[in-house]
């Protein structure tokens, strides 16, 4: 017996070492499978952050234009619309470096400043007609190319044929960077236009005005109608195969692939009912059928946590069932109903994949200005400049995400906010 | 804008019935003093009028806008000479755009003459008279419904008991979206799937070996008829699904197991918040963040080593995918741990067995179900997942096992067909659906699996 004791003790013993060496390893596995999730995310961040801040400033260069009224008003008359802007930009690069002669060169120093400069003329003039024949010392924005190259990123030293920007235009952004008349400032343009193809006048408020009206849209239908479910589910449906039915289908919705929602949205809204094609309202329609489920779960459970006793107490004092649940159980649940509608809108916020079905991904200029005006959402313009191949759209798209990374950091800090103060243990 | 207007006044005259009708039941009792000889509270005579006048408005007002369009195209389409009342379907609805755009006011492909001015002046004037005929029905109706359900109240009128029973409609018809929802998405995909299995063979579609779904534009054109064997497309979805499932499993399901066991609430408290973060990072940034950072990163480690990778290769977008996936992998395997009883952990620990022994030999398998549950999910996601590969994967469809390659994968291609102007009733454009058809089925009967476990595993324990 004594023996055999030792002998389980012994073979215990032998056995320790390798057992806590095998301990040590799965406990390390874990801290690095943990570790990469997070080193992920500082990675993830700084890439972004590095690549996209330079897109908030912008390089802009100082010119002293004529505007003279032979060239915008040729025959006499100003007409702003047709008037030669572009020509007076011209003409003033060509003062600022009087000795640069041949087509193909002054072409060259034409393309350091962006097209944007003849409409910022064209907008100074139509703000005040007054400046005729003077001549006006204005900021314009420069081409992408020069931005690049005064921001870094192209590198100045290899060979000229590789970059798009020549050694004379280097020599020239080099002489204006000398005289002070070259400097970076904040990009406003970044928030106040609309796309373009031009990188230094692209901004993102057509597509962040797009993503608002879907927004309103899915709040204003998915929040009612989540809710509604939501208490008729809870409070109100018999137990039967019906109520088994719409719940494992809610369950089901939740994890159903975002795309085939859009392939919904293509063939019901679009091709069947007919509406318009890129509108916000096709999109919240989607998004609101998307955020549903989100809503309907979060809601559920919201109402579930309200005491029985409240209900209980309210219908002992003779109120009907209705009147228990929007007098009392609605009231209580409400901010857990609000965290979940939260979340479910910042979901909804960063979709992209069925806006592509239902045609939100034109290339639209103009800011939107209603529900049924073509546009285009926030994450869909990530994914649009993702694809173009400037050097330029690449640290626009960073600054896009940084936007989008915003707003989804507020609402869910909203959401946390609400749950943090309005949360009440029964 | 007028259709506003027209909401603004029905506004009005739903707040205006609910006064009148809560006026009327006082009135009728002799004032609030009386209102105990009411059989509800005044509200709900008030609350009765307002639905009365509004709820048939609405229905009348919504049909209105769906319809209107469909029977002003008609009705332009009949008025037009023999000539062109006799084109295709193509040239007839190209001609009432154009119809369309010159009514707006707006420039228009081809030629104008004066029969399209005259349709154009037709359609403002029908649009004009549309808008004025259900501007009057509307609101007449608001008023004549309110008018009958102010007539109505009497002191013993059971106006509650209506308000209620109508709420109560009103509740089951929201909770029955979700339904229909699901009947729409199956409905709408497979009406057009069945359209383009008329002119494709499903089992061509199903085992055919060659993606290629461009269609001859002319009739003469060679090679390009159109091929649609799917294989590829199934094969690449499966290719990049495996990849990043076998990133995010170990590492979803070593995080959950380190947290729950090992962690002290301090890291807990930062690790947890910071991976949910990942899980809420939209897929498009995902996507810009594979295509722009890894994939070149792929491209020149595999080139210093002296392998072929392709630019968009499928170990990128998995790579990224799976690293998406972590979240959802490490929630569900750090449900399915916490739910097995502590009598069990504590058990193994007092026989001596170490925290890893117990976990792998005692815990894991007691939560088998629930974490494989939780995997299903996952793959089901990664199968749906859309902008990450549209970016980052590529176009071509390559049937080929090796991770350096690029594949393609069935999201990918519902995008490519789907995406731009095409003709809805072209056999491309119905391969979207077909896709899709096969999507939902497989993510369905993932879905429906993986949540049967997570259930029947939380109920055993429980």
Known sequence: ??????????????????????????????????????IFLGVFFATLIVQGSSAFVQTFIELDVEMSEDLLAPDGELDLQYADFDGLVRNALRAEFPDVSGRSERRELYRLVSVGAGYQLREMLQADPSLVESTVTVWVPAASTVDMLVKGNIDPSIDESLRPISDAQVAWVESLQEAGRLAT????????????????????????????????????????????????????????RWSDLIEVNIN?????????????????????????????????????????????????????????????AALGLGASRMQVVFHHVLPLALPGMLTGTIIGMSRALGESAPLLMIGMVAFIVDVPGGFTDPATALPVQVYLWADSPERAFAERTSAAIIVLLGFLLIMNLAAVIIRKRMERKW | MQNMTLILLLAAMASAAF????????????????????????????????????????????????????????????????????????????????IQNLAAGDAISGDMDAVMRDAANRYNEYIAASRKMMATLTLGIAGVGGAIALRRIRPEFRARNRVEQIVMYLLI????IAILTTIGIVLSVLFEAIRFFREVPLTEFLFGLNWSPQMAIRADQVGSSGSFGAVPLFAGTLLITTIAMVVAVPVGLMTAIYLAEYSSRRVRAIAKPLLEILAGIPTVVYGFFAALTVAPWIRTAGESIGLEVASESALAAGLVMGIMIIPLVSSLSDDAIHAVPSAMRDGALGLGSTRSETMVKVILPAALPGIVGGILLAVSRAIGETMIVVMAAGLAANLTANPFEAVTTVTVQIVTLLVGDQEFDSAKTLAAFALGLVLFVVTLCLNVIGLTFVRKYREQYE
């Open chain 1, 185 to 240: 400032r904040f990009n406003r343009a970044l928030f106040t236009n609309g796309d373009s193809r031009e990188p230094e006048l692209a901004g993102i408020k057509g597509a962040l005005m797009g993503s608002f009206y879907m927004l309103v849209v899915t709040v204003a239908l998915a929040f009612p109608i989540g809710v509604a479910a939501a208490i008729y589910l809870e409070e109100f449906a018999p137990k039967s």
């Open chain 1, 252 to 312: 089901n919705l939740a994890a159903v692939p975002s795309i085939v929602f859009g392939l919904l949205g293509l063939a019901v809204f679009i091709n069947w009912m007919a509406l318009p094609r890129s509108a916000p309202l096709v999109g919240g329609l989607v998004l609101s059928l998307l955020t549903l489920p989100v809503i309907i779960i979060a809601s559920r459970a919201a109402i579930k946590s309200v005491p029985p006793s409240i209900r209980e």
């Open chain 1, 1 to 38: 017996m004594a023996g055999e004791q030792r002998k389980s003790r012994e073979i215990v013993e032998a056995g320790l070492a390798r057992r806590r060496r095998k301990e040590k390893l799965f406990r390390a596995t874990g801290l690095v499978a943990t570790a990469a999730g997070v």
């Open chain 2, 19 to 98: 006064y009148m009708g809560r006026r009327r039941s006082l009135a009728m009792v002799g004032g609030p003093a009386h209102g105990s000889l009411l059989h509800s509270l005044p509200g709900y005579y008030g609350y009765f009028t307002l639905i009365w006048c509004l709820l048939p408005a609405l229905g009348i007002f919504l049909m209105w806008v769906m319809i209107e369009p469909k029977v002003i195209v008609a009705l332009i389409v009949e008025s037009l000479p023999d000539a062109k009342s006799s084109m295709s379907a193509g040239e007839l609805n190209l001609l009432v755009n154009n």
């Open chain 2, 173 to 176: 018809a929201a909770s029955s």
